[in-house]
């Protein structure tokens, strides 16, 4: 876990302004480095604007999967979502990514929707309200397009006479001081929590159990994760599978000032069911780097390092890095202003969502 006096990055918890070079020694990850850029690249003729822009920065053994995929032993895929509420934009970083690695790999793909996880660490929510999430959530998974011959989403409740024996299995080699370091559990935190993380294993080494043999894991996520996956990368090879690797990405800041989008706070996202209207509204609303004053902003210029106007751009929706530089330039220069840059944003925004929202209701035809 990381906490510093400025930010915190936990499973649970994700506040303050992270700095994501602090994070790389704290979780103990390797950064994705040019010749691994490159090395990737080789395989999928182009990178992912997300790995060009160093939104994805980190990983564990992302060289030891390229290896083996070298020598014919493709990898598979494993991803997830705690459904504690709608799908925000956020959220759909991590598997427009993996869709692509799907893509591009011809990946299998695990998707689980950890609605125990939500029951257990949210006070406030029932086994029906994160289990009906999950529902919602996947068909947010659904509308990105992935190959559904080659992509199964479940819901640990649903599916659990599956899990639960192999949950068991990783449990066993998990001892309660391990829990306590690497997530904090404490004398008061409830019990289902302790035993939380051997679930979250299970995907990691399930392919491996279905086809009685070893197959390599690659966890794209978000690095709040991290330590589900240090644990399971700690027991696996002690039950005989492989560690799984990941790869791993920023947040997509909230549009209020400083932290990520937040659930709990409507304002600063936009979750995939807000009406076009909301969602432009949300844009509009939005905290920017820009001066106090028109005036003032022309003299000055404005700073797209703080600004989440810049960074939905940078993150989902400015592909192009010559315009998106252009943008930066001006916002800087003082030329490009905070309105008409919201405008162009809001824009992009409903355009996505009125797509997405048409996916997504197409979506509920499947199971
Ligand atoms: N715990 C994750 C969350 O709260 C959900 C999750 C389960 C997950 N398995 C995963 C996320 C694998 C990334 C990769 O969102």
Redesign the pocket.
Known sequence: MAEHNDFVVT??EVSGEIDYEKLINDFGVDRITPELMKRLEGHTGTLHTLLRRGLFFAHRDLGWILDEYERGNPFYL?????P?GHTHLG?LV?WMFTRWLQEKFGSKLLF???DD??FL?NPGLSLEETNSFAYENALDVIALGFNPNKTEIFSDIDYCKTLYPLALGVAKKITYSTTKAVFGMRNDSNIGQIFFSSV?AV??FLESVRQGRNIPCL????I??DP??RVARDVLPRLGYFKPA?IQGRFLPGLAEGGKMSASIPESAIFTTDTEKTAKKKVMNAFTGGQATVAEQKRLGANPDICPVYHYMTFLFEDDDTKLKEQYARCKAGELLCGEHKQILAEKVAAFLKSHQQKREKAKEKD
């Open positions: 499973p649970w494993y991803t997830g979502r705690g504690s959220h991590p689980q929707m950890t996880e939500k660490f979250q995907p990691a966890i794209p996520h978000a709040d994760q589900y996956f990941s």
